[in-house]
């Protein structure tokens, strides 16, 4: 099972870009890589999904390196209600299962 | 995106008491669908992958005889958390994804288990 790093916690103040990084270097051929956004008691709401190079939609960016070792969320001018948990997984190749990590904390400051 | 749902939101029970949780998928048909435990300031943890029309397929360490999971059709799929104890007390949260293993997976809103 492809396992991913990613701090612990990040700060930020209000309108600021984040850049959150993921590492997963045991990454497989056909695995993909999706990042979740978790508030407290509440279910993971998908964010974003890629597989190489760059992603984006209407929320975030996810880029993603040639040897895709790792990637890298980011989150363009944070409100104080984009702080939550945030998780990156990869699936899809050698698994067909989310596999959880320890997440990100982003606490976005006024 | 699809939306799943989960029945219910809460519920409190005493200790040896079963409890029975919904899991819809509302918009879409979900081939498979997951169970997941959260307890406070922790990860997700999968307890079991489901497949429609086949039995649950259990993460290590997961007693399959207390968490009885059915997924009776593609848009349903129901976790029973059997004697609850309090140590069975946690977030469980489901979800659902139609199709290729690649689709996205959606999550439910979970629901908060209080066994006393």
């Known amino acids: 099972l492809a396992k991913t790093t990613q701090p612990i916690s990040m700060d930020s103040y209000e309108g600021q870009e984040v850049n959150i990084t993921c590492s997963h270097n045991?990454?497989?051929?056909?695995?993909?890589i999706t990042w979740y956004q978790q508030f407290p008691s509440q279910g993971p709401r998908f964010i974003i999904q890629g597989y190489k190079t760059k992603v984006t939609n209407e929320v975030a960016s996810l880029f993603i390196p040639a040897d895709r070792k790792s990637s890298t969320l980011s989150l363009p001018r944070v409100s104080l209600s984009d702080t939550a948990v945030y998780y990156c997984?990869?699936?899809?190749?050698?698994?067909?299962?989310?596999?959880f990590g320890t997440g990100t904390l982003l606490a976005v400051q006024p | 995106g699809a939306v799943v749902s989960q029945h219910p939101s809460w519920v409190i029970c005493k200790s040896g008491t079963s409890v029975k949780i919904e899991c819809r998928s509302l918009?879409?048909?979900?081939?498979?669908m997951f169970w997941y435990r959260q307890f406070p300031k922790q990860s997700l943890m999968l307890m079991a992958t489901?497949?429609?029309?086949?039995?649950?397929?259990?993460e290590q360490g997961v007693e399959k005889d207390k968490f009885l999971i059915n997924h009776a059709s593609l848009t349903l799929s129901t976790l029973t958390v059997t004697s609850a104890h309090p140590e069975d007390s946690s977030f469980y949260i489901c979800s659902a994804r139609s199709g290729v293993v690649q689709e996205t997976q959606y999550f439910g809103p979970g629901t908060r288990l209080l066994v006393l």
């Open positions: 918009d879409f048909q979900a081939t498979t």
């Open positions: 997984l990869v699936y899809g190749g050698a698994t067909n299962k989310l596999i």
């Open positions: 489901s497949n429609e029309g086949s039995k649950a397929t259990y």
């Open positions: 045991n990454i497989a051929t056909n695995d993909y």
